[in-house]
């Protein structure tokens, strides 16, 4: 199972845009990356997942290098609500989810 | 659709003794992973039930068990409670499909405390 490494901890301030960046080096081919979002006493969230390039929803955007080793979250304008954990998965979907630490964001007013 | 429901939201036991946690998969998903998260650390994977068979296991020693039924609702039973059993268990279902993880569904939890 494929395991990823990122960040302990942030800190930004209300309005200001935060990327998150996530290593993977044993990524398969069959693997997507994939993002939850957990805030405390709750069930993670998803977020955005993608395989290469780049993916953009409402609430944020993915970026993926094409040798796909890492990637970069990205929140834009964050907010008070945005203070939780994020975790980076990589996955095929039919393998269990492998969780690590996660990073720790706090949004400052 | 309806999504992921865990009963209790939060139990109290003694050590030693046993407890069962339920879990409702949300409608279309046939796979259920079980999870435990210690206060500031990531979900731990338990194991996943697919087909009402056990599909994968972590290191959790046998006193971990479940059961998955018919309709892919899911049970988690725990023997021999110890202090460090004291967590948040989280239950997941999914389609079970190869898209990746954005599929799984969480639960808001148990919150489990032995004493």
């Known amino acids: 199972l494929a395991k990823t490494t990122q960040p302990i901890s942030m800190d930004s301030y209300e309005g200001q845009e935060v990327n998150i960046t996530c290593s993977h080096n044993?990524?398969?081919?069959?693997?997507?990356i994939t993002w939850y979002q957990q805030f405390p006493s709750q069930g993670p969230r998803f977020i955005i997942q993608?395989?290469?390039t780049k993916v953009t929803n409402e609430v944020a955007s993915l970026f993926i290098p094409a040798d796909r080793k890492s990637s970069t979250l990205s929140l834009p304008r964050v907010s008070l609500s945005d203070t939780a954990v994020y975790y980076c998965?990589?996955?095929?979907?039919?393998?269990?989810?492998?969780f690590g630490k996660g990073t720790r964001l706090s949004v400052i007013a | 659709e309806t999504g992921v429901t865990q009963s209790p939201t939060h139990l109290i036991k003694t050590r030693g003794q046993q407890v069962t946690l339920r879990c409702s998969s949300q409608?279309?998903?046939?796979?259920v992973s079980w999870y435990q998260q210690a206060l500031g650390q990531g979900p731990q994977f338990i194991f996943q039930y697919y087909r009402e068979e056990e599909n994968g296991r972590g290191n959790f020693p046998p006193r971990f068990s479940g059961l998955q039924f018919p309709n892919y609702s899911s049970e988690l039973n725990v023997n021999a409670l110890e202090l460090d059993d004291s967590a948040l268990y989280l239950c997941?279902?999914?389609?079970?499909?190869?898209?990746?993880?954005?599929?799984?569904?969480f639960g808001s939890g148990t919150r489990l405390t032995v004493v």
């Open positions: 997941a279902s999914s389609p079970r499909e190869g898209t990746g993880a954005r599929g799984y569904t």
């Open positions: 044993n990524i398969a081919t069959n693997d997507y």
């Open positions: 998965l990589v996955g095929d979907g039919y393998t269990p989810l492998v």
């Open positions: 993608g395989y290469k």
């Open positions: 409608s279309g998903h046939n796979t």
